[in-house]
């Protein structure tokens, strides 16, 4: 009698997903080309700050200020529409999102062996991409037309604040993106999510001209202390806005207590958007 030998082939686990390092490039470049297919696509985004900076800006401050002032006022709204542009630019790429699951390619990049918050990470640098670019034209053009802006150290902060504020109002489009199943729903939420909180939030006045209980909800947006961080880093007296929230004295201390503020809603949203839209691929 014979005993016969079965061979057996080890078993090897599955190769773990690539680094979001390594394919962030990747992916992050598939959503620009996505967003960008053509040389009028990249002029449309830039189309909006210089009729800021040109346009509206100027004709406000000739409207609501003094002529020795316009231009003090001008520089005040300018820094303003930057926190208009971030929130509008940064939903208007989750409306990409929605699309791109409808309509694209999106579910058959779910299928590659690629983790799930490199997706998101790689949008998100787009929309950091894009935004960034209106930005730089927001403040060039705002400078053609006679804004006067402080190019001190303190730009760090302006950086810092707009940064996070792209990460806040990402994720946010991100989570959006993922629970709303149609562009009608997600367009509807829009302008609740990337306007409304412009006007409580110390852009076209200070939050002390708001009721009390009205000043206290400001306090708590995070647009607020993007703002009063954009203030403090590109204007001289940009102290005031941060001692409008915290009230304290020492102006480096209160623009880290809205950096810090600032970071802690990023953190939260942005693991929130990775979490959603992993458990969202898996349905």
């Known amino acids: 009698m ?3 030998t079965i061979a ?3 078993v090897t686990a599955a190769p773990a997903p690539p680094s979001s390092a390594r394919v962030l490039p990747t992916l992050t470049g598939r959503r620009l080309a996505l967003t960008i297919r053509s040389p009028r696509a990249v002029l449309v985004p830039l189309l909006a700050p210089v009729l800021f900076a040109l346009v509206v800006a100027p004709a406000l401050a000739s409207a609501v200020s003094a002529p020795a002032q316009r231009n003090t006022y001008m520089t005040f709204f300018c820094v303003a529409t930057a926190g208009l542009l971030i929130p509008l630019n940064c939903m208007f790429s989750g409306l990409g999102v929605i699309i791109d699951r409808q309509h694209g390619a999106l579910r058959e990049l779910l ?8 997706i998101v990470f790689g949008n998100l640098a787009s929309a950091t991409l894009i935004t960034a670019m209106q930005l730089v034209v927001l403040i060039a053009a705002s400078i053609a037309r006679g804004a006067s802006f402080d190019s001190s150290v303190r730009l760090a902060w302006f950086v810092a604040g707009a940064a996070l504020l792209i990460v806040v109002t990402y994720g946010i489009a991100e989570i ?3 629970r709303l199943t149609s562009a009608e729903e997600y367009t509807g939420a829009l302008p609740a999510i990337a306007i409304v ?13 708001l009721p009390t209980w009205l ?4 306090k708590v947006l995070p647009l607020t202390h993007a703002l009063a961080l954009f203030r403090f880093g590109l204007t001289a007296n940009g102290g005031q806005a941060l001692h409008n929230i915290w009230g304290l004295s020492n102006d480096n201390q209160m623009a880290a207590l809205s950096l810090a503020v600032l970071a802690l809603y990023a953190l939260v949203i942005i693991v929130g958007a990775i979490r959603l839209f992993a458990k969202a691929s898996t349905r």
Request: avoid cysteine.
């Open 2 to 4: 014979t005993t016969a």
């Open 8 to 10: 057996t082939r080890p």
């Open 111 to 118: 299928a590659a062996p690629i983790r799930r918050s490199s």
């Open 176 to 178: 959006l993106a993922t």
């Open 197 to 209: 909180p412009f006007f409580f939030a110390g852009s076209l006045y200070p939050i002390t001209s």
């Open 215 to 218: 000043a206290d909800v400001a």
